[in-house]
């Protein structure tokens, strides 16, 4: 499976942007993450959404500004950045696998990645 991550940008503080995801030779795993790294920081878990419906999981930093949606006949999944801060900026990458629910949170818990889309918040 091969993800392909877009919709990064440059953003004042306060703005909103949507980014991304799709699936190509494949479908997507059980769940479908989104993880973010700052310069200089380990890779950190946004939020995750499992394919086939039920609840989604947000990290709590960013809980109430952000919204992952899919949509299965379109391979594709979104993450909706609002009230954007200038600690949201980092690079922004998808992942998908079979993780199981104690193992959302972990880079680890994903197969494939996409390679990322850099979003930088402008304060």
């Known amino acids: 499976v091969q993800l392909q991550a877009s919709g990064g940008g440059l953003v004042q503080a306060g703005g909103s942007l949507r980014l991304s995801c799709t699936a190509s030779g494949g479908t997507f795993g059980r769940y479908i993450a989104w993880f973010r790294q700052a310069p200089g920081k380990e890779r950190e878990f946004v939020g995750a959404v499992p394919r086939n419906g039920g609840n989604t999981y947000y990290e709590d930093s960013v809980k109430g500004r952000v919204t992952i949606t899919r949509d299965n006949a379109k391979n594709a999944v979104y993450l909706q950045l609002d009230n954007l801060k200038p600690e949201d900026t980092a690079v922004y990458y998808c992942?998908?696998?079979?993780?199981?629910?104690?193992?959302?949170?972990?880079?680890?818990?994903?197969?494939?990645w996409g390679q990322g889309t850099k979003v930088t918040v402008s304060s």
């Open positions: 992942a998908t696998g079979n993780a199981i629910l104690s193992s959302i949170r972990m880079p680890r818990g994903y197969t494939y």
